[in-house]
């Protein structure tokens, strides 16, 4: 077992006592002590197999409560369709759930995944479609704070290929484990339609991923990477808060492709959560980085570097407790200690341009660039990425060049996420 195969957490003690004796090959992986009722063990292999690898990732967040999205009132028979991009390809795939602010037990019905038809609309490509079990069942229940991995489904997929996967949810599911800022259209409908390939009866839609935290896959396929995975961790920014729905803008995603144009394939896992914080726990929009570091990166398999982008929340809080600069430098330097501890190379990056947003003031700005200037300068992650310098306005360093803008001043539009990951030196990775 690797030591990010040890790092493995129960996600509550109650829990991981009460479903001791029904642990899965699952429960042995990705998250030790988490596991789902009506699994079956399976007796260890006599030969290793392909090792899995991280594809696309999302991380989980508490739901909210207003009904912006579906996750405070959450689900009850309901299907619910969810497409993602992968980026890197094998003959095998597997999805990862997670109940992990769930109130309830999850009961899920059913799960398929396929080819995505064309991206927004619901549909699948026919012949594609995959069941999906868990532990040999079709149906499962996910305890309330769990994550299981479903079994190996046969379908070869490719470097950003979309797959879809879609999930019956019966009974009621209470507020649901949400991933808020997807960037992509989620589809629900009313009833059974687990097997539908067209999207007609889906005419319920998102913006928010349920439930679906990874998808993982192993073997081999054309274009696959060679080289550990990238982890970008962050807020909104490395989330792709103002890019463009369901068209991959991000500036991950933009990395992602660029590395493959390079000959130097490797997955991008993107665990940016918008709104997120270093150290302060911020609602529903994420426990603090320096908590979910672990159970969100640490988790990953094969993970050789992550990308840190954060802090522009804990200096442009416009409540609580003030955060400083000497506060936001110690958050940074936790998690780089623990992700060397866990062998991982690690990679900080300056905070971009705010002015004219709503987190600016005279205060705020001067404790950004006391950030940035301890990111250029201390030598304390082994590289560093200077985005603010990459987006910033020549004629106004402190604000965002215009054609970078979404409009508020803050995010980035799909051109300035483009010219964050063409900002990137491959090398440092």
Not at 420 to 425: G, I
């Amino acid at each position: 077992m690797t030591t990010h195969q040890m790092y493995r957490r129960a996600t509550a003690t109650f829990l991981a006592l009460a479903t001791a004796a029904a642990l899965t090959a699952c429960g042995t992986e990705r998250h030790m002590g988490t596991t789902a009722s009506g699994a079956t063990a399976s007796p260890a292999p006599s030969a290793a197999p392909a090792p899995w690898r991280g594809a696309w990732a999302a991380s989980p967040q508490p739901p909210g409560t207003s009904t912006e999205n579906w996750s405070a009132e959450g689900f009850t028979d309901h299907t619910l369709r969810q497409s993602v991009r992968v980026t890197t390809g094998g003959d095998r795939l597997r999805i990862e759930l997670s109940n992990r602010y769930g109130t309830r037990p999850l009961r899920v019905g059913g799960a398929t995944v396929a080819r995505t038809a064309a991206a927004g609309e619901g549909s699948v490509l026919p012949g594609s479609v995959r069941r999906l079990t868990f532990g040999g069942d079709g149906t499962v229940t996910i305890p309330a704070g769990g994550t299981l991995l479903s079994d190996a489904a046969a379908l070869r997929v490719r470097p950003f290929d979309r797959v879809t996967v879609t999930l019956r949810l019966t009974g009621a599911t209470g507020p649901a484990t949400v991933h808020r800022v997807a960037a992509a259209t989620s589809h629900r409908a009313e009833g059974d339609h687990l097997a539908d390939t067209d999207g007609s009866a889906f005419a319920e839609t998102d913006a928010s991923w349920y439930f679906l935290t990874g998808v993982e896959v192993r073997g081999t396929s054309p274009g696959s990477r060679t080289e550990g995975a990238v982890v970008t961790f962050g807020d909104s920014i490395t989330d792709g808060s103002g890019s463009t729905r369901d068209t991959d803008r991000r500036y991950p995603d933009v990395l992602a492709e660029r590395l493959a144009a390079a000959g130097r394939p490797r997955a991008v896992l993107n665990h940016g959560i918008s709104g997120n914080k270093v150290v302060r726990d911020s609602g529903p929009m994420g426990e603090k980085a320096t908590t979910r570091f672990g159970p969100d990166v640490l988790t990953e398999r094969d993970v050789t570097t992550v990308v840190v982008l954060e802090g522009i929340n804990d200096l442009g809080a416009t409540s609580g407790p003030e955060v400083t600069v000497d506060e936001l430098i110690e958050g940074h330097l936790a998690l780089i200690r623990e992700a060397r501890a866990h062998g991982l190379r690690v990679v900080g990056a300056t905070l971009t341009p705010m002015k004219g947003s709503r987190h600016h003031t005279p205060h705020n700005e001067a404790q950004r660039d006391a950030f940035n200037h301890w990111i250029r300068t201390s030598g304390a992650y082994d590289a560093y990425i200077d985005f603010d310098r990459a987006l910033a306005d020549p004629a106004d360093p402190d604000r965002m060049r215009p054609a970078y803008d979404s409009g508020d001043h803050l995010h980035p539009g799909d051109a300035g996420y483009r010219a964050m990951a063409e900002a990137v030196d491959l090398d440092v990775l």
